[in-house]
Protein backbone atom coordinates (compact mmCIF):
# COMPACT_ATOMS: atom_id res chain seq x y z
CA UNK A 1 0.00 0.00 0.00
CA UNK A 2 1.88 3.22 -1.17
CA UNK A 3 0.76 6.68 0.75
CA UNK A 4 -1.21 9.22 -2.09
CA UNK A 5 1.16 11.56 -1.50
CA UNK A 6 4.23 11.50 -3.91
CA UNK A 7 6.65 13.09 -1.09
CA UNK A 8 5.21 11.46 1.94
CA UNK A 9 5.56 8.41 -0.25
CA UNK A 10 9.05 9.22 -1.15
CA UNK A 11 10.05 9.86 2.17
CA UNK A 12 8.45 6.56 4.01
CA UNK A 13 10.05 4.86 1.16
CA UNK A 14 13.55 6.01 1.80
CA UNK A 15 13.22 6.00 5.38
CA UNK A 16 12.26 2.20 5.18
CA UNK A 17 15.48 1.34 2.63
CA UNK A 18 17.56 3.13 4.95
CA UNK A 19 16.15 1.58 8.27
CA UNK A 20 17.29 -1.83 6.94
CA UNK A 21 20.55 -0.65 6.47
CA UNK A 22 20.71 1.10 9.74
CA UNK A 23 19.95 -2.37 11.46
CA UNK A 24 22.42 -4.47 9.54
CA UNK A 25 25.14 -1.32 10.45
CA UNK A 26 24.75 -1.96 14.10
CA UNK A 27 27.00 -4.69 14.42
CA UNK A 28 30.25 -3.33 15.41
CA UNK A 29 28.71 0.29 16.23
CA UNK A 30 27.72 -0.31 19.87
CA UNK A 31 30.40 1.61 21.74
CA UNK A 32 30.00 5.58 22.42
CA UNK A 33 31.95 8.64 20.88
CA UNK A 34 33.38 11.54 22.76
CA UNK A 35 30.28 13.76 21.84
CA UNK A 36 27.01 14.66 23.52
CA UNK A 37 23.70 15.77 21.24
CA UNK A 38 22.11 18.49 21.22
CA UNK A 39 19.87 17.57 24.69
CA UNK A 40 23.33 16.68 26.77
CA UNK A 41 22.96 12.63 26.43
CA UNK A 42 26.30 10.72 25.08
CA UNK A 43 26.24 9.84 21.53
CA UNK A 44 26.70 6.00 20.41
CA UNK A 45 28.44 5.41 17.33
CA UNK A 46 25.48 3.97 15.74
CA UNK A 47 23.18 7.62 16.62
CA UNK A 48 25.74 9.76 14.65
CA UNK A 49 25.72 7.07 11.94
CA UNK A 50 21.73 6.48 11.29
CA UNK A 51 21.91 10.37 11.40
CA UNK A 52 24.50 10.60 8.63
CA UNK A 53 22.41 8.11 6.63
CA UNK A 54 18.85 9.58 7.21
CA UNK A 55 20.31 13.01 6.39
CA UNK A 56 22.15 11.85 3.21
CA UNK A 57 19.21 10.26 1.97
CA UNK A 58 16.22 12.08 3.19
CA UNK A 59 17.38 15.98 2.84
CA UNK A 60 17.74 14.80 -1.14
CA UNK A 61 13.98 14.49 -1.52
CA UNK A 62 12.69 16.84 -3.84
CA UNK A 63 9.93 17.93 -1.94
CA UNK A 64 11.37 18.00 1.37
CA UNK A 65 13.03 21.46 2.46
CA UNK A 66 14.20 21.07 6.14
CA UNK A 67 15.69 18.24 7.72
CA UNK A 68 16.17 17.72 11.18
CA UNK A 69 17.04 15.12 14.03
CA UNK A 70 17.91 15.02 17.73
CA UNK A 71 21.66 14.51 16.62
CA UNK A 72 22.54 17.59 15.09
CA UNK A 73 21.70 21.34 16.61
CA UNK A 74 20.23 23.08 13.69
CA UNK A 75 17.81 22.27 11.40
CA UNK A 76 19.47 21.57 7.44
CA UNK A 77 18.01 23.46 5.04
CA UNK A 78 17.44 21.21 1.92
CA UNK A 79 15.07 22.55 -0.78
CA UNK A 80 12.42 25.28 -0.37
CA UNK A 81 11.18 26.97 2.36
CA UNK A 82 8.11 25.12 4.06
CA UNK A 83 7.01 28.47 6.30
CA UNK A 84 6.81 29.89 2.33
CA UNK A 85 5.98 27.19 -0.34
CA UNK A 86 5.02 23.66 -0.49
CA UNK A 87 7.57 21.96 0.64
CA UNK A 88 7.88 19.60 3.89
CA UNK A 89 10.06 19.30 6.89
CA UNK A 90 10.95 15.72 7.89
CA UNK A 91 12.43 15.62 11.75
CA UNK A 92 13.21 11.89 13.01
CA UNK A 93 15.07 10.53 16.34
CA UNK A 94 17.41 7.95 14.00
CA UNK A 95 18.24 5.59 16.37
CA UNK A 96 15.51 5.79 19.48
CA UNK A 97 16.76 4.31 22.55
CA UNK A 98 20.09 3.44 21.41
CA UNK A 99 21.49 3.32 25.14
CA UNK A 100 19.77 -0.71 24.50
CA UNK A 101 22.33 -1.32 22.17
CA UNK A 102 25.03 -2.43 25.16
CA UNK A 103 21.94 -4.78 26.41
CA UNK A 104 20.92 -5.78 22.66
CA UNK A 105 17.19 -4.69 23.12
CA UNK A 106 14.57 -3.09 21.06
CA UNK A 107 15.58 0.40 19.34
CA UNK A 108 13.91 1.70 17.12
CA UNK A 109 13.58 5.23 14.34
CA UNK A 110 10.65 7.98 14.50
CA UNK A 111 9.93 10.35 11.47
CA UNK A 112 7.54 13.15 11.28
CA UNK A 113 6.36 15.29 8.33
CA UNK A 114 5.52 17.84 9.11
CA UNK A 115 3.87 20.76 6.39
CA UNK A 116 5.67 23.51 8.42
CA UNK A 117 8.50 24.79 9.36
CA UNK A 118 10.27 23.40 12.14
CA UNK A 119 9.86 24.07 15.14
CA UNK A 120 6.57 23.10 14.64
CA UNK A 121 3.53 21.93 16.24
CA UNK A 122 1.97 18.49 15.81
CA UNK A 123 -1.22 19.44 14.32
CA UNK A 124 1.11 20.32 11.13
CA UNK A 125 2.32 16.85 10.66
CA UNK A 126 0.99 15.24 7.44
CA UNK A 127 2.47 11.66 8.46
CA UNK A 128 4.50 10.27 11.20
CA UNK A 129 5.61 6.83 12.15
CA UNK A 130 8.27 4.78 13.31
CA UNK A 131 10.11 1.51 12.15
CA UNK A 132 10.63 -1.43 15.41
CA UNK A 133 14.05 -3.13 15.17
CA UNK A 134 12.35 -5.73 17.29
CA UNK A 135 12.90 -9.43 16.16
CA UNK A 136 11.49 -8.40 13.00
CA UNK A 137 11.99 -5.21 11.94
CA UNK A 138 8.30 -3.33 11.19
CA UNK A 139 7.21 0.26 10.24
CA UNK A 140 3.56 1.91 11.68
CA UNK A 141 2.78 4.52 9.65
CA UNK A 142 0.08 7.35 10.41
CA UNK A 143 -1.69 9.55 7.83
CA UNK A 144 -4.35 11.58 7.52
CA UNK A 145 -6.25 7.96 6.04
CA UNK A 146 -4.86 5.65 8.31
CA UNK A 147 -2.53 4.14 10.54
CA UNK A 148 -1.06 0.68 8.79
CA UNK A 149 1.60 -1.44 10.12
CA UNK A 150 3.94 -3.11 7.42
CA UNK A 151 7.17 -5.39 7.89
CA UNK A 152 10.62 -4.42 6.34
CA UNK A 153 13.17 -7.31 4.52
CA UNK A 154 15.49 -5.64 2.25
CA UNK A 155 13.98 -2.33 2.18
CA UNK A 156 10.63 -3.53 1.20
CA UNK A 157 7.61 -2.87 2.60
CA UNK A 158 4.59 -5.34 3.00
CA UNK A 159 1.55 -4.78 4.54
CA UNK A 160 0.31 -6.38 7.53
CA UNK A 161 -2.14 -4.61 8.67
CA UNK A 162 -4.29 -1.62 6.99
CA UNK A 163 -6.14 -0.16 9.75
CA UNK A 164 -4.33 -0.40 12.96
CA UNK A 165 -7.08 0.96 15.86
CA UNK A 166 -5.97 0.71 19.74
CA UNK A 167 -7.43 -1.77 21.36
CA UNK A 168 -10.70 -0.85 23.48
CA UNK A 169 -9.93 -2.75 27.00
CA UNK A 170 -6.12 -1.70 28.06
CA UNK A 171 -4.00 -4.16 29.49
CA UNK A 172 -0.22 -2.74 29.44
CA UNK A 173 1.36 0.22 31.15
CA UNK A 174 4.90 1.98 31.18
CA UNK A 175 5.96 4.44 32.89
CA UNK A 176 9.66 6.59 32.78
CA UNK A 177 11.71 7.85 35.33
CA UNK A 178 12.61 6.97 38.96
CA UNK A 179 9.53 6.48 41.32
CA UNK A 180 11.13 8.92 43.98
CA UNK A 181 11.52 11.48 40.91
CA UNK A 182 7.97 11.67 40.11
CA UNK A 183 5.88 14.54 41.58
CA UNK A 184 3.14 12.89 44.06
CA UNK A 185 0.45 13.67 41.76
CA UNK A 186 1.61 11.64 39.17
CA UNK A 187 3.11 9.05 41.76
CA UNK A 188 -0.43 8.80 42.86
CA UNK A 189 -1.98 8.23 39.51
CA UNK A 190 0.62 5.40 38.58
CA UNK A 191 -0.28 3.55 41.84
CA UNK A 192 -3.88 3.22 40.63
CA UNK A 193 -2.72 1.75 36.99
CA UNK A 194 -0.76 -0.18 39.14
CA UNK A 195 -2.85 -2.29 39.94
CA UNK A 196 -5.06 -2.21 37.10
CA UNK A 197 -2.63 -2.75 34.33
CA UNK A 198 0.22 -5.09 33.73
CA UNK A 199 4.39 -3.59 33.35
CA UNK A 200 5.54 -3.72 30.42
CA UNK A 201 8.71 -1.18 29.41
CA UNK A 202 12.16 -1.83 27.97
CA UNK A 203 13.62 1.56 28.12
CA UNK A 204 13.12 2.30 24.03
CA UNK A 205 10.28 4.74 23.50
CA UNK A 206 9.19 2.63 20.26
CA UNK A 207 8.91 -0.85 21.37
CA UNK A 208 6.93 0.33 24.79
CA UNK A 209 4.61 2.53 22.64
CA UNK A 210 4.18 -0.27 20.10
CA UNK A 211 3.22 -2.46 23.37
CA UNK A 212 0.43 0.20 24.00
CA UNK A 213 -0.31 -0.19 19.97
CA UNK A 214 -0.41 -4.30 20.35
CA UNK A 215 -2.47 -4.19 23.63
CA UNK A 216 -4.05 -1.39 24.61
CA UNK A 217 -2.87 0.83 27.69
CA UNK A 218 -0.83 3.43 28.12
CA UNK A 219 3.04 4.59 28.32
CA UNK A 220 3.99 8.11 30.17
CA UNK A 221 7.51 9.62 30.43
CA UNK A 222 6.39 12.28 33.16
CA UNK A 223 7.61 15.70 34.34
CA UNK A 224 9.87 14.89 36.82
CA UNK A 225 10.88 16.65 40.20
CA UNK A 226 14.33 16.72 39.07
CA UNK A 227 13.06 18.07 35.09
CA UNK A 228 9.89 19.51 35.13
CA UNK A 229 9.81 19.35 31.52
CA UNK A 230 10.35 15.79 31.42
CA UNK A 231 12.61 14.11 28.97
CA UNK A 232 11.24 13.35 25.30
CA UNK A 233 11.45 15.38 23.11
CA UNK A 234 8.70 17.54 21.56
CA UNK A 235 9.88 17.72 17.90
CA UNK A 236 11.33 14.04 16.98
CA UNK A 237 9.13 12.05 19.82
CA UNK A 238 6.24 13.51 21.54
CA UNK A 239 4.84 14.67 18.47
CA UNK A 240 5.28 12.02 16.05
CA UNK A 241 4.31 9.45 18.27
CA UNK A 242 1.18 11.59 20.02
CA UNK A 243 0.02 11.63 15.97
CA UNK A 244 -0.03 7.68 15.55
CA UNK A 245 -1.85 7.07 18.77
CA UNK A 246 -4.29 9.73 18.34
CA UNK A 247 -4.44 8.67 14.44
CA UNK A 248 -5.05 4.59 16.06
CA UNK A 249 -8.56 6.60 18.23
CA UNK A 250 -6.09 7.08 21.23
CA UNK A 251 -4.93 10.30 23.43
CA UNK A 252 -1.64 11.78 23.82
CA UNK A 253 -1.28 14.43 26.16
CA UNK A 254 1.44 16.20 28.05
CA UNK A 255 -0.21 16.56 31.44
CA UNK A 256 -2.78 19.24 30.21
CA UNK A 257 -2.90 19.01 26.40
CA UNK A 258 -2.72 16.97 23.22
CA UNK A 259 1.13 17.07 22.37
CA UNK A 260 -0.32 17.84 19.15
CA UNK A 261 -1.49 21.70 20.26
CA UNK A 262 1.74 22.74 22.01
CA UNK A 263 3.27 25.35 20.83
CA UNK A 264 7.38 24.99 20.67
CA UNK A 265 9.39 27.04 21.55
CA UNK A 266 13.09 25.66 20.32
CA UNK A 267 14.07 22.58 18.28
CA UNK A 268 15.09 20.83 20.81
CA UNK A 269 12.41 21.44 23.55
CA UNK A 270 11.51 18.15 26.06
CA UNK A 271 8.27 17.64 26.96
CA UNK A 272 6.26 14.91 29.30
CA UNK A 273 4.59 12.26 27.15
CA UNK A 274 1.88 10.53 27.73
CA UNK A 275 -0.54 8.41 25.40
CA UNK A 276 -2.99 5.40 25.26
CA UNK A 277 -6.62 4.83 25.74
CA UNK A 278 -8.67 7.50 25.77
CA UNK A 279 -10.30 7.51 29.44
CA UNK A 280 -6.47 6.89 30.49
CA UNK A 281 -5.28 9.64 29.22
CA UNK A 282 -8.31 11.39 30.76
CA UNK A 283 -7.43 10.18 34.17
CA UNK A 284 -4.38 11.11 34.14
CA UNK A 285 -4.92 14.73 32.98
CA UNK A 286 -7.27 15.02 35.99
CA UNK A 287 -5.04 13.54 38.31
CA UNK A 288 -2.17 16.17 37.17
CA UNK A 289 -4.92 19.08 37.56
O1 LIG B 1 15.14 8.65 23.52
C1 LIG B 1 15.12 8.67 24.89
C2 LIG B 1 14.82 7.32 25.47
O2 LIG B 1 15.84 6.40 25.15
C3 LIG B 1 13.46 6.75 25.05
O3 LIG B 1 13.52 5.91 23.95
C4 LIG B 1 13.01 6.01 26.29
O4 LIG B 1 11.61 6.01 26.43
C5 LIG B 1 13.67 6.76 27.41
O5 LIG B 1 14.76 7.49 26.87
C6 LIG B 1 14.16 5.84 28.48
O6 LIG B 1 14.62 6.56 29.54
P1 LIG B 1 15.05 5.89 30.93
O7 LIG B 1 16.41 5.30 30.67
O8 LIG B 1 15.07 7.03 31.87
O9 LIG B 1 14.03 4.83 31.28
MN1 LIG C 1 14.60 8.70 21.41
Given at each position: ???????????????????????????????????????????????????????????????????????????????????????YAVAVDPLDGSSNLKSNNAMGTIFGVYDAALPARGDTLVAAGYVLYGPITTLVLATDETVSEYELTGGERTLIERDVTLPAEPVVYGFGGRVPDWPDDFREYAREIESELKLRYGGALIGDVNQVLTYGGTFGYPALQSRPTGKLRLQFEGNPIGYVVERAGGRSSNGSQSLLTVDPDDLHDRTPVHVGNDDLIERLEAALA
Amino acid sequence: MTVSDPVVEDVVATISRTATEIRQGLIGRRGTVDEENPSGETQAEADVWADELLSDRVAGIDGVGQYASEERADVVACGDDPATSSAYAVAVDPLDGSSNLKSNNAMGTIFGVYDAALPARGDTLVAAGYVLYGPITTLVLATDETVSEYELTGGERTLIERDVTLPAEPVVYGFGGRVPDWPDDFREYAREIESELKLRYGGALIGDVNQVLTYGGTFGYPALQSRPTGKLRLQFEGNPIGYVVERAGGRSSNGSQSLLTVDPDDLHDRTPVHVGNDDLIERLEAALA
